[in-house]
């Protein structure tokens, strides 16, 4: 097979759709790779997520993996650091829901669910195609925005519904920080549209900024760095929702130029600027 052939064959087999719910503030990812590797990142949100197709590393720890199989279930908290990859030589499909803190906590209330009962995967086969049909209608802004209560409802009986409530023995993913850190954390949202040098940093929590850095860290799963570098392709994504363009989004967040921006976009989110400004006429990326 030539060269080229083979690539553009490699290609058509990994895709991303994404999706985002207007009035829930739920983002969807409908998803197949097979070599793509995600950057060390955390979410504001709970990150719940159903793998259809082979087995994926969700990689929420560092000294062993986090193996999910098809036909199962897993939910990473709000601000826990993790990354992802395909197991395995035929890739990984899944759908991804990213559902807001407190929504999340209410579905889970209503069912008395503990909102850590995936935090180890659950084997959920009937829960697959309400994933598919949530991702799919996500799609669809015109339609999701009238009936997204309905669908929603249905997705979290299928999935919380099924559930006894159980107490996970996982960690709690809250953070108790001293107030320093969380100064910096404020301060690091705060200036989210440009780079914030490590001194900075260091002199408004009255630390070294070895003694920052290790700190941070260990409070937040991420260095300062990569903390605010999540934080400004969060608000990149934002802008790009809104409408504005992948440049003027690029040189609202402190990011050198659109590629600057594309490469750590895609490492973090699986999908391009481009394919969320294309797709935020309908609402939906």
Known sequence: MPHSAHN???ATREHTQYGYVDGAGIEVLHARFEHHRFATHAHDTWAIGAVLRGAKDSMTSARQPSIVNA????????????????????????????VPDAEWQLQCDIHSVSPHAFSQPVKMRRAMAPFVQFAALSMQSSHMSSTWPDEWALL??????????RDASAQS?????DKRLRDVQAYLQAFSGRNVPLDEL???????????????????????HRYQLVLRLKTAKHLLLDGVTPSAAAAATGFADQSHLGRHFKAVFGVTPGAVARRNS???F
Request: net charge negative.
């Open 8 to 10: 553009t064959q490699l």
């Open 71 to 98: 036909g199962e279930v897993y939910a990473i908290p709000p601000h826990v650091a993790h990354a992802g990859m395909s197991i395995g030589n035929h890739g990984c499909e899944y759908v991804m829901l990213y």
């Open 156 to 165: 979290c009986e299928a999935v919380l519904g099924s559930m006894n409530d």
């Open 173 to 177: 993913s809250s953070i108790v920080a």
């Open 202 to 224: 260091a002199r408004e929590a009255s630390l070294s900024a070895s003694e920052l850095c290790r700190r941070f860290t260990a409070a937040f799963g991420l260095s300062p």
């Open 282 to 284: 309908a609402r939906t």
